[in-house]
């Protein structure tokens, strides 16, 4: 199967890492916006092309892994590169995700291809771990908790402040409230009662700590329904200790069942990752495997992670799977 | 949907409660053994015939639920009533998994129906566990952990120890191993390591209790791997406190990605159950709904969790599920 990645930052790069794992696969080509001289990868051989050449590949590559972001990549991307090749992308704005499958299945369908949107771990696999749980206890409440890890768009938001040079955000699960859900007490929490902030700021030279700690405090949707920490710390520090890029989560369906719903079950399904963008693309990978063999069998237009059957993203056959994982 | 259920015991009235949180599904009939007019069951209004009338309900039954045992009920049952009806089964022989298959697909297609076997947890959702895991990181090492739970099978064998009244046997994870696991060490675990087992185990009168104690020690392949405790004890203690049906379980998957597979992830899919036919037919009840869209739609032969997108288990429909579960 030969894989096109369109977009070669942490994303691209955790493609072409999947890519060396999975025996079945091989990477063709990648496509960058920048001056495709200046982008260096790391498997020998395979071309560096500009992103306005990707259509010439249409017959060269299997599925295109779109690594752009979902803002205002992904938006016009997917549906574009979809007239050309089957895609997977990794959409994950949750609000806007139906809007999106419009777009991209009409793209997808009157070109012939296969799309797979929104794929991931939230959305992705945290999505599989709602459907399964809500399908089997209909009788249940769902708790998503998220973190330990740093949360980009509320990094991005206190980078935008007056005085900040530079900061990193954690959202952290409030353990007694992923303590209290997990002995089946089932809880209504607030937003304050599941997660809390914690951030890491570099200061300008001169900059008011006070007001800026004030101003994170207070930032609406961002930071005001949470209880914040702020800690100032040298740009040095910053990069030593909070460069890392590791997260993770928990989806838990707490339900019941009996005669008279006397039976409490609890479904956890919880992720703790090194790397956000690896495990990510990892996941990306095995979805571009079904990408292609639903379009070989004639399946095309836009379909999410709740359309596959789980066979499908596996290397191995189906006599394998019964025998071995089932 | 109109749901049959074969065998009343356990699972049987697991299946009838789990019809009743399901709106789009309806309890048609129950088949059983048993002389019907000694059989009562919760639901008013639904008749309850000899498992030999069956074939009569074909055109009644949209998907029949079998619930019958895996070591001599379902190798029979389910390729019989695939004869008549769409199947859902929770046929859990891990190592006869394959042939049990076989005959059930031939049955299936030649009658154009569709059945579902291995339906439940173990195997059902922990596989699906493992096959997520294991496409998403092929660099990494699987984990399955059991308990604290009672081990029907366990407690049969020691039932059969002479001397013994009554038992019954739990299954408990080790928490040493399972916290190595999770902080991702990829320990090497023998089978003593990663569970006890613990008996209860009322003696008739006159029994040598250090014989029986040194006879389930010494078991072959069901004690003899395992640190095992045996408490002596009443039967009213027994029926008092170990009549419970709670069980539950680990599968984790410790990966690797990166350029040097230097990033570790670890992926826990768990259950704490109460009840464990109740929860194991309410995952039947959501897989026979797959059962009665996939032959609607012409998908006939034998199945298993790994074949099913994980829409069709759900009452509700693509447009709801990406706006609302992803």
Same mark, same amino acid.
């Given at each position: ?147 330990? =890890? ?7 938001? *206190? #980078?935008?402040?007056?005085?900040? /040079? @530079?900061?990193?955000?954690?959202? +952290? ?69 909070? =460069? ?7 989806? *838990? #369906?707490?339900?019941?069942?009996? /005669? @008279?719903?006397?039976?409490?079950? +609890? ?60």
């Amino acid at each position: 199967m030969k894989i096109g990645i369109s977009g070669y930052g942490n994303l691209g790069r955790g493609v072409e890492f999947a890519v060396k794992e999975n025996p079945d696969t091989e990477l063709a080509a990648v496509f960058t916006r920048r001056n495709p001289e200046t982008v260096k990868i790391n498997t020998a051989g395979v071309p560096v092309l500009h992103v306005d050449d990707a259509k010439n590949w249409a017959d060269k590559i299997d599925v295109m892994i779109l690594c752009g972001g979902s803002a205002t990549d992904l938006p016009v991307q997917t549906p574009e590169f979809a007239k050309y090749f089957n895609v997977v992308d990794s959409f994950d704005t949750h609000a806007k995700i139906p809007a999106h499958f419009e777009k991209v299945d009409r793209a997808a369908k009157d070109s012939g291809h296969t799309a797979i949107i929104s794929v991931g771990w939230d959305p992705g696999l945290f999505s599989l771990a709602r459907i399964y749980s809500n399908a089997i206890l209909p009788d249940g409440k769902d708790y998503t908790f998220w973190g330990k =890890g740093v949360s980009q768009g509320h990094s991005d938001a *206190i #980078r935008r402040i007056k005085g900040v /040079k @530079n900061a990193k955000q954690y959202t +952290i699960p409030v353990e007694s409230a992923l303590e209290a859900v997990r002995a089946g007490k089932n809880p209504e929490l607030t937003v304050r009662q599941k997660h809390t902030r914690e951030c890491f700021v570099v200061l300008e030279e001169g900059a008011d700590a006070s007001k800026v700690e004030n101003e994170i405090k207070t930032m609406p949707n961002y930071f005001d329904e949470y209880d914040t920490t702020v800690h100032f710390i040298s740009e040095e520090e910053l990069l030593k200790n909070h =460069g890392g890029l590791a997260h993770g989560g928990f989806v *838990i #369906r707490s339900g019941n069942t009996g /005669k @008279n719903h006397e039976h409490n079950h +609890i479904i956890e399904f919880n992720l703790k990752l090194d790397s956000n963008p690896e495990f990510t693309t990892s996941v990306l990978v095995a979805y571009a495997r079904a990408a292609c063999r639903l379009n070989k069998e004639g399946s095309t237009g836009c379909k999410t992670v709740f359309d596959i059957p789980p066979a499908y993203l596996s290397a191995k056959d189906g006599e394998y799977l019964r025998a071995h994982l089932l």
